[in-house]
Each structure stands twice: as C-alpha cells, then as structure tokens.
C-alpha cells in the first residue's frame, strides 16, 4: 500500500482529557449556547458528536464518518479526506486528541458554517501535551447533516482557552447582507473578492490587503502563534505583512443565502520571510453588502515545496479516484512544462508503482528526491517499488531513509503487501525494532 499523505494518532488519553471529554460531550444543553440560532446549534452538536466518536473509535472512523464525500484537509497538500481513508482499516480506540467548539457562525440559510477552538494532542512518551487550534467549515447535506468540508489547524505556544469555554458567536440576522441568489453567481463574487485581495496583497504588500478586507470581529490564526483577535491585535500584526504575497483561489462555496462563504487557495511569500502553502478564508458580508474576511489561516509548506495549482489539484481528484490514466495524464503533461515540481514526480512514480512500472516508477520517485530533497513519502514508496522489483538492498535502503525521515508507525511496514520480500530479512528485522 502507498502513502497517500494522512496520519492518524493511536494513544489512550490521559485521565484528565478522558474527564474532560464527558465533561464536554456529556453535559446538557449549556445556557451559553440556548441562544443559538437553531442550524447552529446543531453545527455545534455535530462538531462535538465527531469529537466524542475520535475518542471512542480513533481517527480513521471519526473523520470518515464526520467528512463530507468531497470534504478536503491539508498533510501537506490539500487531500480528499474520505477518498485517502476508504480503504484502511478501522482506527478503533481513542484518537489521543481532543478539541472543543467554542467560536463560529453559521448563514442564515443554514446550510454553511464554522467552528474554531483549541485542540489538544496527548504527549507520548511523557512529552507534555501539545496545543492549538482546530478550524472547520461544514456544509448541510442533502440529506439534512452536516459534514466538514474543509479543515485546517495550527499549533500555538501552549493552551489558548480552556476545552471547556463557552461557545460563542457574532452571528447576526443577515437582513439585507444577504438575500437567496443564484449559487454560481454569488460563488463568482466571492471569487471576484479573493483575487481582488490576492492583486491588492502582490502589488501594495499583504498587511495594507488585508486591513480593507478584515470584519471588525475577525480572527487570523497562524501556526505558532497564538490567535490573533481585535482591532489592538490587528494592529500589531498587520504592521508586520509589508511582505508581497501572490496566490490563487482553488475553490469557493457560499450560502445559499448569500452572507456566508469561503474560499481555499494556494500562496507564495516574497520577502525576508519567504514560504509557501495554502490558505483558507471564511468570507462574511458587512451591513453594505461587502463581503469581508472573518476568518483567515494558513497550512505551510516544508521549506523549498511548492503549492499544488489547479491543473495538479485536478490530477489529485483523479488520483484519489484511482483513475490512474487520466491522473498520469496530466502529471506527464504537468511535468514536461515545470520539471522542478517535486510532487508531481513524486505521484508519477506512486502510479507506477499500482500499474506495475517499477524501472519507471523508480526512476521518477528518485527525480522526487533530488529535485525537492526527499519527504518521508518518497523514501517509503521507492522502498515499495524496489522490494516489488526485487532489488532488496535498495528497498531496505529506503525503508531505512523512510523511518529517519519520520515514518514511524510499525504496522505501515509489517502489513504492507509490497514490502512482503523484506520481511524474514535481519536488516529489516532490525529496523522495526526501533519502532513503536
């Protein structure tokens, strides 16, 4: 089996999560939150049924169930959430994090919202518990759920409220914000609104961008720091973004009644603090009609990658269906006009490897390693295209660069098919020692 690019946890939590988490799924309805509207409060319910099925039956079960058909996140590209986890086995037991809703909004449709709220992942090994901020966009079903259609989070410096806050939000009626309209048309405005503030960021420099668009109420989120909240705040963060910043929107969705949408894209950094990775914007119409950013956070890139553009994330969509031939399609394609993409190559090898191409398959994953330094990924599936080609000094090789590059988890290498003819070996023997 090939790595597609999602992991999960797999620890019991500690006693004081396993309280707390009765504590936040259990209680009755809090008096905070009776005065939601109701399609939020079935948001907030929802939100908080996903996180108590992660902790009854771990990540793979809980995010298959809670993810939408067409729900994306990011590890570290953006990913087909139900598509990566269909064919693996089922998590069982608790996930080892836990997080709480305590901010969001919802349109007056009902049909969109977000949540936002600290997140906790357990410490292993007696390494203290890590924190940050979970963020999902979820959309009402045609059958009447809600799932999670976009999510991203970002790490800060240590707890930034406690799991047990109260849920709050700036929801408002939207009155004449917003009126019922034809969906395309109001996903081409939001568009319309993001590439306007992507030219404003790459001309005048992302902070000047950003301080016409953002809602009085906004909240910026960015990995290592803690949330950025109010106008004080703002203004201390805005007058560190002087850096350009160019990008391009890959996917917008609005309401059905036209206040509330989001967008997701790629972005590029210029500057003395370079990088790249994708962003995701929740967009909400003022009291004239504008629309205006109310929520705003980034997914990195490991130094040197590049984002996916919209002709790779069609390749993807193939890819994560497993149509093999329209995805090479487009990664021969892709490659032959931008030879320096390192993912790219890297999925060409991973789709020879299905079909068979092991020379070829070989040969492009090794392209993936020098052109972008060597991922985790790229070791484990030359080790599988090796060990298929029979070549089992090399594929021990890369098992070997796979784990020092943090592939980690035993059961990976023990129960994959492709790697079978590396079993009864010393060497390999001896690698899985060193694993949990």
């Not at 009854?56 to 139900?82: C, K, L, M, Q």
């Not at 089922?90 to 909004?105: E, N, R, T």
């Not at 410096?157 to 048309?185: C, E, I, K, M």
Request: charged share 20%; glycine share 12%; aromatic share 10%.
């Amino acid at each position: 089996m090939k790595i597609h690019g999602i992991e999960g946890g797999g620890v019991v939590l500690k006693s004081t999560l396993a309280v707390m988490l009765l504590a936040l799924t259990n209680a009755p309805l809090r008096a905070e939150d009776a005065a939601l509207p109701r399609a939020q409060q079935e948001l907030v319910d929802a939100e908080r049924a996903f996180v108590r099925l992660a902790a009854e039956r771990g990540f793979r079960d809980s995010f298959y169930t809670w993810f939408a058909d067409d729900g994306i996140a990011f590890n570290p590209h953006p990913f087909n959430v139900r598509a990566a986890l269909a064919g693996q086995a089922s998590s069982g037991g608790p996930m080892g994090a836990l997080w709480a809703p305590v901010y969001g909004d919802v349109a007056d449709s009902g049909d969109l919202g977000w949540n936002t709220g600290p997140l906790v992942f357990e410490g292993r090994g007696g390494e203290p518990d890590r924190h940050g901020m979970f963020f999902s966009v979820w959309k009402r079903q045609a059958d009447g759920a809600w799932r999670v259609v976009l999510d991203v989070g970002a790490d800060t410096p240590g707890a930034v409220v406690p799991l047990d806050t109260p849920f709050q939000t700036p929801h408002r009626p939207a009155g004449s914000r917003g009126a019922a309209a034809d969906t395309g048309d109001a996903v081409a405005g939001l568009l319309a609104a993001e590439r306007e503030f992507l030219a404003a960021a790459a001309a005048g420099g992302a902070g000047a961008a950003y301080a016409s668009r953002l809602a009085d109420d906004a909240r910026i989120h960015r990995p290592g720091v803690m949330p950025i909240v109010g106008k004080d705040a703002f203004g201390a963060w805005l007058a560190g973004q002087g850096s350009k910043l160019r990008g391009q929107p890959l996917l917008a969705d609005v309401s059905r009644s036209g206040d509330l949408g989001y967008a997701y894209g790629n972005y590029e950094m210029e500057g003395a603090n370079p990088g790249a990775g994708y962003f995701a914007r929740v967009w909400k119409r003022d009291d004239a009609g504008r629309w205006r950013i109310a929520m705003d956070t980034i997914s990195p890139l490991p130094a040197g990658a590049r984002p996916l553009t919209a002709e790779l994330l069609k390749a993807e969509e193939h890819y994560a269906a497993r149509q093999w031939a329209e995805a090479i399609a487009i990664y021969q394609q892709y490659v032959r006009q931008t030879p320096d993409n390192a993912f790219a190559w890297h999925r060409l090898g991973t789709i020879q490897i299905q079909q068979g191409q092991y020379p070829e398959a070989i040969g492009n994953l090794e392209q993936a390693v020098r052109i972008g330094g060597g991922v985790a990924a790229d070791f484990y599936n030359l080790a599988c295209a090796y060990a298929m080609a029979g070549s089992t000094d090399k594929a021990l090789d890369n098992v070997e660069r796979a784990i020092q590059a943090g592939l980690k988890r035993r059961q990976q290498y023990e129960s994959d098919g492709d790697l079978a003819n590396l079993r009864e070996s010393p060497r390999f023997k001896a690698l899985m020692q060193q694993l949990d």
